[in-house]
């Protein structure tokens, strides 16, 4: 049975049933549970740390009303950036890599932006579609624009996550590959294509990390302009 190189995309099954869901909740196993200690240990004193650090940085482009959404937005990072960094690893799934799934991310919590602002301020949400002093003509047309791309958002947070995920992995396979197969015929090739794959696999690394940190940051942006 040939493989393709698409193949790393499917998700496992076990007896028919897909494993996607498995896979998504594994990564929230890995991270120490807080205790009712008062003194906790090195995992649990740097866990606490990154997690202000990451809340901070969130929180940054909001005001005082946004802070309601600080363990949502925690959340999704957290499990965006642990499902990104182990996907990484040999013989694992990478669940963002499924267009699916970061639209179910994306659409509920873009929609419930997007909501909040015409329920708090509809005149002001509603305002953004057409720019002050916008020429009499250039009106139907502008406000046509900017509602397409008020609804083509969350796609493109989607697609982005996906797009970059995928691109990434099929590299590192690709050259993954090559490397196996100039071993035997190029041992000189062979190197120079490891080192190839050691540094993209650190761009990878990289990457995993920057992509989860901006679908959230941009879902922030977006709470921003209706609140």
Request: hydrophobic fraction near 55%; charge should be positive.
């Amino acid at each position: 049975m040939s493989l393709s190189f698409f193949d790393q995309f499917t998700s496992p099954c076990l007896l028919g049933i897909p494993l996607i869901l498995l896979s998504m909740l594994f990564p929230a196993l890995l991270l120490p549970s807080q205790s009712n200690r008062w003194v906790n240990n090195r995992l649990s004193t740097l866990q606490s740390w990154f997690l202000h650090l990451i809340t901070k940085q969130l929180m940054i482009p909001l005001n005082k009303k946004g802070h309601k959404w600080a363990l949502i937005l925690t959340s999704l990072m957290m499990l965006l950036l642990t499902i990104n960094l182990l996907g990484l690893l040999p013989y694992t799934f990478t669940p963002t890599t499924q267009l699916s799934m970061n639209m179910a991310f994306a659409l509920p919590l873009w929609l419930a932006t997007l909501l909040t602002g015409l329920r708090n301020q509809p005149s002001i949400s509603l305002g953004h579609l057409l720019p002050e002093g916008t020429p009499t003509l250039l009106i139907p047309a502008l406000i046509m624009i900017e509602t397409t791309s008020l609804l083509i958002r969350p796609l493109a947070l989607g697609v982005r996550l996906t797009a970059n995920l995928t691109a990434g992995h099929l590299l590192i396979q690709l050259i993954s590959t090559a490397t196996t197969a100039l071993l035997p015929i190029m041992p000189a090739a062979s190197a120079l294509t490891t080192l190839i794959l050691l540094l993209l696999t650190i761009l990878e690394l990289a990457v995993a990390m920057i992509q989860a940190y901006v679908f959230v940051l941009l879902l922030s942006l977006y709470l921003q302009e209706n609140i």
